[in-house]
């Protein structure tokens, strides 16, 4: 066995290699290609094999097969087969096809493959992302099981919630004619028929029309959730297919089934289904782009979006991004003419938004001097107390738990733990303090830059915060969402909803009026992103609120700065035209491309320098920085310790191909030899700076 021409021979040695007996061999195409399901970057490749008359039949591209690979019995998939092998040498037979169900397409295929060259990984990680575990009791009738039904009836068009924007009706007349248009748009509305559901749902129904599949990616299960209730108004209920992991394994198992057999034309899902099957692909959409749930936490660690795009120009496709907020990454694909803006009249915005109040304005100031430093200042208050006798009321805290962050009361230094140097927090008022990471109780803590042995919230928590709202609001009903005790959606009830960022409920009517607390704290992050990231949290907690003419109020208490600026005109386009002018000022992402390489220094510092040797005989240059100590804000895990070091580089899009083949081969030699420890790789992580 071996893999193309390119194969070294050194990584053949031990490789069992047997000639079929006579006429073992399929008559016609008997040579299959096989990915093997393998992390190493160095063999990231196809392997060839011989395919034994016995297997000829069920040996189809596509399949999950079973091979001897170095003495080991590995997965893979079977890409293609070919009549002659360039090996030199004799093949061993596939051992086993383990499912006769061609679960990888080859659309499929090729999208796996740019993602990795895009995100200098290896397709067969790619490939453990896209196609789901295997159930096998799904597949004993594929695909008659699955065969297609007679269409279902398409329920009744009612009015359209892109009738308020500005060319929306154009967009969905060229989707329905069988285009390819290229939109962003910012929904007005998070609740109701206007809401951003219903505008994912009638672009997907205008792909159907069109005869064409339509695939739609939101954040998380809340999300889906309702963009599905919002498909049944306008596709027949057998024409949807659901994936994600939350629902456990056989029924996305079954869903994936459903596209493959052509049973669906419309895949929804969480980021795992940007690469779902879906046949004679139309549309693909994204929901809320800048949601960090979108990034793919397993290398090659992809964003949702940039899959999608990736698809959109392999297939044809349209494609429609939205959200409240609009990412730097969005505004630059609107600037460079890739994307157009759908946008809403300003007549029209000032008639569907809430109005919005900042206590850090003058006319503020001026009526509570302590607003500037009170958590809940009059205003707020205020707000709270009108809002209340018309219906519900979101309060929006940073942070969960009930004191997420102790300081010590002397000195003001952060109390860490003493066996892990994690971050000390309360429970509750007659907790322990205790430390988020390990857990180990801290009864006897002492600062260890003065001494003092007293702390004090750094913090105040969603627990917390609740707690206050019910003294200051006696008889109220107060209801709280975070962490793992999210709600979905609450009722009309008079009642006080905190949440934190993110884990805001949707109300029934929308809400009556709405906090946002805690704004410097999002502000003041140390990342690249505070700013950009605090808007878009901000306007996806206001438009929860009901309209400006029906009551609807949204009270701010941050500083007043151009976040603050952007809510209060409610103006996510003209905030990341700004944040994208200053990134290109500075040459920061999304301007430019960035790659992060992670581990202990020495493997650092020796991957870095072969990056820089590989790039120079190019010719190419790129801007580094680092190595810098890894500033941790979780506990380490994995392959990560505290003693790692970061080395950031920068390279404009131009290079960026040729300086991803670089990284891809310098990964692939280190894993070979194996003389340094292994780094972490990483491409346009948004958490990195």
């Not at 494609?319 to 003419?337: D, I, K």
């Amino acid at each position: 066995m071996v893999a193309d021409s390119s194969v070294q021979p050194s990584l053949l040695q031990g490789f069992p290699v047997r000639t079929p007996s006579a006429g073992a061999m399929a008559a016609q195409l008997p040579v299959a290609r096989v990915l093997v399901e393998s992390s190493l970057p160095h063999l990231d490749r196809p392997f060839d094999y011989a395919v034994p008359a016995s297997l000829d039949r069920e040996a189809r591209p596509g399949v999950r097969v079973k091979v001897k690979f170095n003495g080991q019995d590995l997965n893979g998939f079977l890409l293609e087969r070919v009549a002659e092998s360039d090996a030199g040498h004799a093949l061993v037979p596939l051992a086993k096809v383990v499912s006769p169900v061609p679960v990888l397409t080859p659309a499929v295929r090729d999208l796996a493959t740019a993602v990795a060259a895009r995100y200098a990984g290896t397709v067969s990680d790619v490939l453990r992302l896209a196609v789901p575990p295997r159930v096998a009791r799904l597949e004993k009738d594929y695909p008659g099981a699955y065969a297609k039904a007679e269409a279902g009836t398409t329920p009744a068009a009612g009015p359209s919630a892109w009738a308020d924007y500005r060319t929306g009706a154009a967009f969905l007349r060229h989707l329905a004619a069988g285009g390819a248009p290229r939109a962003v748009v910012n929904p007005l509305q998070g609740y109701g028929h206007a809401g951003w559901p219903h505008l994912l749902a009638e672009a997907a129904a205008a792909a159907y029309t069109s005869g064409r599949g339509a695939l739609l990616v939101v954040p998380d299960y809340r999300d889906l959730d309702r963009l599905e209730a919002a498909l049944k108004d306008v596709l027949p209920d057998d024409a949807v297919a659901r994936l994600t992991a939350d629902d456990g394994p056989t029924p996305r198992y079954r869903n994936y089934l459903r596209l493959l057999a052509g049973t669906a034309k419309v895949a929804i899902g969480t980021r795992s289904a940007a690469f779902a099957p879906v046949p004679d692909l139309g549309l693909v959409a994204c929901w809320d782009d800048g949601d960090d749930l979108h990034i793919e936490q397993r290398a090659p660690y992809p964003h949702a979006r940039e899959v999608l795009l990736l698809r959109a120009e392999q297939e044809g496709a349209a494609c429609l991004l939205a959200g409240h907020s609009r990412s730097t990454e969005v505004q630059r694909l609107v600037e460079s003419g890739w994307a157009i803006p759908v946008s809403t009249p300003r007549n029209t915005l000032r008639a569907t938004v809430p109005r919005v109040v900042s206590t850090a304005d003058t006319f503020e100031q001026a009526r509570d001097p302590l607003a500037t430093v009170a958590r809940l200042p009059h205003a707020a208050w205020q707000a709270a107390k009108e809002g209340l006798e018309r219906g519900p009321v979101l309060v929006q805290v940073a942070r969960s738990g009930y004191a997420p962050s102790l300081v010590c009361e002397t000195c003001r230094e952060p109390a860490r733990c003493g066996t892990c140097q994690g971050p000390l927090a309360l429970a509750g008022t007659s907790a322990l303090p205790q430390c988020r990471w390990c857990s180990t109780p801290a009864p006897d803590w002492s600062c260890t830059h003065c001494g003092g042995r007293r702390l004090r919230k750094g913090a105040t928590g969603v627990l917390r915060t609740a707690e206050e709202l019910g003294r200051a609001f006696p008889g109220k009903t107060v209801v709280t969402s975070s962490g793992d005790q999210v709600k979905a959606r609450v009722g009309e009830a008079k009642a006080l909803v905190v949440a934190t960022v993110g884990a805001e409920p949707v109300a029934a009517g929308g809400y009556a009026a709405a906090l946002l607390l805690d704004g410097d704290s999002l502000l003041r992050r140390e990342t690249l992103r505070a700013g950009e990231d605090t808007v878009r949290r901000w306007l996806n907690a206001a438009a929860l609120v009901r309209p400006a003419p029906d009551g609807g109020l949204v009270v701010v208490t941050a500083t007043d700065t151009a976040a603050t600026g952007a809510l209060l005109r409610w103006d996510p386009a003209g905030y990341a035209q700004r944040e994208l002018a200053l990134r290109v000022e500075l040459q920061l992402p999304p301007a430019v491309r960035i790659a992060s390489v992670t581990g202990p220094r020495p493997a650092v510092e020796h991957f870095t320098a072969a990056v820089e040797a590989g790039l120079g005989s190019a010719g190419i240059t790129v801007r580094t920085a680092g190595p810098a100590p890894l500033v941790l804000t979780a506990p380490p895990s994995g392959r990560r310790s505290a003693e790692d070091v970061r080395t950031l580089l920068f390279f404009p899009y131009g290079q960026a191909a040729a300086v991803v083949r670089v990284l891809r081969a310098t990964r692939a030699a280190a894993a070979a030899k194996r003389t340094v420890e292994p780094v972490q790789l990483r491409l346009d992580g948004v958490d990195v700076l």
